[in-house]
């Protein structure tokens, strides 16, 4: 079955440090994945696509089909990233598989 | 563009009562999902509508769990009854229905649902 897993509940980083969220799937087939965010008292929302490649407030994910990752990078935190951050896998006919989440926590 | 809407935003009710959450999405949007979030954990797809047909409800409890989208637009979501367990977050969602999908789900504010 597909699956997506993400190891960290948890991730509090200082502000100006590196950020990785890591991202594992599980998929027989060509994967398409994508992260969405929550900020406080804001909706979930999409931040960015692999098909794309895109960097969207910073952030780059790249897809490593051998180590079958998906991990969200930024190399300089800044305190608004402080949010929750759910990696999600499309499953047949528009539908996804979310990650449980990870909280990243922005420190000053 | 107005957003998804969801209504109740909170509700508490006891075990073995029912409960009905109600979902409004974007306009145009033919694709509806109701997503139950328990706390700790993502989404997970309770049912998917294509207009007012249902694509997928494999995850529903349907002994308990029943879901419309008459007329293709609006939907409602219904436990009946309740149980503790189904305390959670319910999420609606929407998007364009595209050959390709482009991965792009529109969240309402969801609804908390507290069963005690």
């Known amino acids: 079955a597909q699956r997506v897993t993400q190891p960290e509940k948890l991730l509090s980083v200082f502000k100006g440090a590196p950020v990785e969220l890591k991202c594992n799937y599980s998929y027989s087939g060509s994967p398409e994945l994508f992260w969405y965010v929550q900020y406080s008292r804001q909706r979930l929302q999409l931040l960015l696509r692999?098909?794309s490649r895109e960097s969207i407030k910073g952030f780059t994910a790249d897809l490593n089909k051998g180590e079958t990752s998906f991990h969200l990078k930024k190399p300089f935190a800044q305190e608004e990233d402080s949010a929750m951050y759910y990696c999600a896998l499309v499953q047949g006919a528009q539908k996804l598989v979310f990650g449980q989440g990870t909280r990243l926590t922005i420190n000053p | 563009e107005a957003g998804v809407a969801q209504s109740p935003r909170y509700k508490i009710i006891e075990k073995r009562q029912s409960v009905a959450f109600w979902c409004n999405p974007i306009s145009g949007h033919a694709t509806l999902y109701w997503y139950q979030q328990i706390l700790g954990q993502g989404p997970k797809l309770l049912i998917q509508?294509?207009?007012?047909?249902?694509?997928?409800d494999s995850q529903l409890p349907k002994d308990r769990f029943s879901a419309e989208r008459l007329k293709g637009v609006d939907s409602t979501l219904k436990i009946q009854p309740a149980k503790l367990e189904d305390s959670a977050v319910y999420l609606c969602a929407s998007s364009l229905f595209l050959a390709g999908f482009n991965g792009e789900q529109y969240f309402g504010p969801g609804t908390r649902l507290t069963v005690t």
């Open positions: 509508f294509q207009n007012n047909g249902v694509v997928d």
């Open positions: 692999h098909i």
